[in-house]
């Protein structure tokens, strides 16, 4: 018994650890930066309810459930940068943005787009 709550503990320890890893890596993130300064749109694909909680200034908020609706009214000639709350969205709007041709940046969550980068 005692030692299965010490897995049960050392798991949680490290999935704790993981999930604070940023899944976005430095040179991503730089690119995505200068994508911005040159003219990007930032979309949060979180809820509506979520976006107005916090979100990145600037952005707009298209929730995934309805990206398909509004991906038509997105400027072709635009790069887009995509975000929500843990990636997993993010990562689903960025792969159906690329299909339907656009060059996307996935930089996943709100606190990955706002965090420091070495120089």
């Known amino acids: 018994m005692k030692r299965n709550i010490l897995y049960l503990l050392s798991l949680f320890s490290l999935l704790f650890v993981m999930s604070a890893c940023s899944k976005v890596s430095d040179d991503d993130l730089r690119a995505a930066h200068k994508a911005y300064k040159n003219g990007a749109i930032i979309v949060d694909v ?26 038509e009214h997105l400027p072709l000639d635009k790069e887009i940068i995509v975000y929500c709350r843990t990636g997993s969205r993010s990562k689903m709007a960025a792969e159906y943005l690329t299909k339907h041709g656009f060059v996307v940046h996935d930089v996943a969550t709100q606190a990955d787009w706002e965090r420091k980068l070495p120089h």
């Open 46 to 71: 979180r809820t509506r309810e979520e976006y107005r909680e916090n979100h990145v200034d600037k952005s707009v908020n298209i929730p995934l459930q309805i990206l398909d609706k509004y991906v």
